[in-house]
DNA sequence: AAGTGGTCTAGACCACGAT
DNA sequence: TCGTGGTCTAGACCACTTC
């Protein structure tokens, strides 16, 4: 219960490792208070740095989160989010209220959307490709932050074209039952594909504080388009808190 | 160019924000190293662990990494293989050699797969579920390392049934050509549908030795199960840098 | 040999939470 | 009021890279 200075590991390392295998013996359990950062330096006769950067190691990791005036606590696994593909289904679709929201109310949640911009703005270059538009040309943008409970989920950028949202209510706060897609069938577009694209990286310190994420949770940066047979109509981009989504694809074998 | 005394955020956190707009700007391109803590000391003012602390945040979010004995380095772009669905076709596996390593050596890099385990061994819990089996009943595990390049990319585990497995290349340290599904297939398994989950974490320290991943870097969890007409007959986990991979899912609206 | 980052010491002060 | 983590100071030593 103390550092071995022949170890190769740092005292640091050697620290964060002993409390870390505290966490995940389940010594200590989630929810539950670290020793102090007084008592640590006690118990491993170290200076108070050292036993503040043990802690910020496992602070990367996600493990622990640290609350001032409190204690470091070991992080609470949240609720996840389950993405399939059948949150775009057109039954779905039809009985009005979005998938996600109605899989949220099943589990004891509140769902909703907070929409932060609604208005044309010069297409980036990775839309504008994708609607074979050059980059700056105006596109119309819904962006909004999503909630589950009391926490920011994801946020979320839909781009159009202008001339496929004229008119409908995917340009007003609310765009009714079935959401984005049902107007845009409504439009005489009718939905065929959609193609997803998903990368992960660490958060930029501006999604931090708009996800309210914890130290050592990563983002998951989701790219979709939704086609109809004449082409692209929705192109989506999502920063998703990496901690509280999983997804899952399902298909056949191809040839 | 100093430090302000008066605005809400803390010196590290004022240091890091303006390297960052370094970067980001692209005054500081990726290769290139950040000014020198004794450097960044005289220009801020500070004391040298606030220039420190200032650096690690910036390594955190996967911007920098450290050379021990020659600076602080803006992190170049990683080569990232592209995942779709079409690295499972049986016209691909047909040609032989696996989809992942054609790509890379398309890209002209070099592929390889380093087998760290091969045998029989209690079956997680996860594992176990899909397989309908009890926990901890032998199952068969292929667990390698893939590099492309000279960086490992991804740990991939792969578990099957013993009885399935009996008496085929899967239990060899080469599966052939075609890899494990053309000798599933070959042994009456014909493979007809894949379901696969992603979820993405930081990674524990010993994911981080064995990936070589910097500092900041997330890593994915692919879990899949390869289903057959009879039921699964793969089931896979593999640990992947977060960095280096892109996943590409193609879906036709669902009903 | 000089410069670099990585780690550590031994303190200090502050804002905040719990009591 | 006291304990807590978060931030900072002003150094030190080491291993390592570069020259």
Redesign the interface.
Same mark, same amino acid.
């Given at each position: 219960m103390s550092i071995d200075p022949t170890d190769p590991r740092s005292s640091s390392r050697q620290i964060a490792?002993a409390l870390?295998e505290e966490i995940v013996s389940g010594r200590i359990v989630p929810g539950e208070r670290l020793p102090s950062e007084s008592r640590l330096v006690e118990t491993y006769g170290t200076a108070s740095?050292t036993v503040k950067q043990a802690i910020?190691l496992l602070k990367?990791?996600?493990l622990v989160e640290g609350r001032k005036g409190s204690g470091v606590y070991v992080r609470q696994a949240p609720v996840i989010t389950r993405v399939d593909? +059948?949150r775009?289904?057109?039954?779905k679709r039809a009985a009005g209220r979005a998938a996600q929201q109605a899989e949220a109310e099943a589990a004891g949640l509140s769902w909703k959307q907070e929409v932060l911009h609604l208005g044309e703005v010069p297409a980036p270059a990775w839309v504008a490709e994708l609607y074979a538009i050059a980059e700056g040309d105006p596109v119309f943008v819904r962006r909004r932050r999503e909630w589950v409970g009391d926490q920011p989920n994801q946020l979320a950028d839909s781009y159009y074209r202008p001339e496929v949202v004229e008119g409908t209510a995917i340009q007003e706060l609310k765009t009714g039952p079935g959401g984005s897609l049902a107007r845009l069938e409504e439009a005489g577009h009718r939905?065929?594909?959609?193609?997803?694209?998903?990368?992960?990286?660490?958060? +930029?310190?501006e999604e931090v504080r708009s996800l309210r994420l914890a130290?050592?949770?990563?983002v998951?940066r989701m790219r979709r388009v939704t086609f109809a047979e004449s082409g692209p109509v929705e192109v989506f981009e999502s920063i998703m808190a990496?901690?509280r989504?999983?997804?899952?694809?399902?298909?056949?074998?191809?040839?």
């Open positions: 490792d870390r740095q910020g990367a990791e996600g593909m +059948s775009f289904s057109r039954s939905i065929v594909r959609f193609r997803e694209q998903l990368r992960t990286r660490m958060p +930029s310190p130290e050592g949770v990563p998951v990496g901690d989504f999983e997804f899952t694809y399902e298909f056949d074998a191809p040839e």
